[in-house]
């Protein structure tokens, strides 16, 4: 009878260890789904693409290359609006393209007020980012941009003189006309190739989806003149 009791004892307490043990796993595996879900959400959240829509201020000049005068200017105040795509390499890197349109130019050009540059811009560029916290990024870009001039006009002043009904010359008047800023051809008068392209870096902050930062263009292709334009944005990624 003693026999039977301790062998029925001993088949409860291993039943209620298997029991434990398996409660255990249970509960291990149950743990183990729930961090795969959230490495996995984790990893959606770094998603490979990224879109943001950002607009913001320029600030642009002409750099004179001209070998004959050194004529002074003064800097135009216009803006940006444009999306981007990251394409994101790791935790730190992504590569940036998007697509802008630019207003750039510049003022008191003699004998132009002003020049405007009107571009669709496309940058390439490299960005490394430093996560600060859990919704705050710090980053650094660097790279090219490529741009193509859709429109843009200089304003020009040139000075007449009409005579007067006994034949004499009357006083000087001042007239006001446009000449287009970009040339086609060889043949007509313009200040700069419709082609641009350069360099770009700049440095910014993401918080959350919110971006505010800045960046620098300088061109590269000069026509015995270059734009060179600094820019501040803001925008938002989806």
């Known amino acids: 009878m003693a026999i039977i009791i301790l062998q029925t004892t001993q088949q409860i307490i291993t039943f209620t260890v298997k ?7 249970f509960i291990i595996i149950i743990l ?16 490979v693409f990224s879109y943001s829509v950002r607009a913001g201020l320029n600030i642009s000049n002409r750099l004179s290359v001209d070998d004959y005068h050194d004529p002074e200017f003064s800097w135009k105040h216009s803006f940006n609006v444009g999306v981007t795509c990251d394409f994101r390499k790791s935790k730190h890197f992504l590569g940036r393209t998007g697509i802008y349109y630019t207003e750039k130019g510049y003022n008191n050009a003699e004998p132009y ?10 940058p390439l560029l490299a960005v490394f ?8 990024k710090l980053e650094m870009q660097t790279g090219m941009f490529f741009a193509y001039g859709v429109s843009g006009y ?16 009357g006083e000087w008047k001042e007239k006001y006309y446009y000449t287009p800023s970009f040339k086609d051809s060889e043949d007509e008068k313009a200040y ?26 300088l061109s590269l ?3 015995h003149r270059a734009n060179h334009c600094g820019m501040v944005n803001i925008g938002y990624t989806f």
């Open 221 to 223: 292709v000069y026509d």
């Open 129 to 136: 980012q430093q996560p600060i916290g859990r919704l705050v």
């Open 154 to 169: 200089a304003k020009r002043w040139d000075y007449y003189r009409t005579r007067n009904a006994d034949g004499s010359w």
């Open 192 to 217: 700069f190739k419709r082609f641009d392209a350069g360099i770009n870096f700049g440095l910014g902050v993401n918080v959350w989806r919110c971006y505010i930062g800045g960046s620098y263009d």
């Open 113 to 122: 007020p002003y020049v405007t540059l009107n571009y669709l811009e496309m």
């Open 19 to 25: 029991k434990n043990i398996m409660k255990h796993l």
């Open 32 to 47: 183990l789904l729930a961090n795969i879900c959230n490495a996995q959400t984790d990893t959606t959240k770094r998603k």
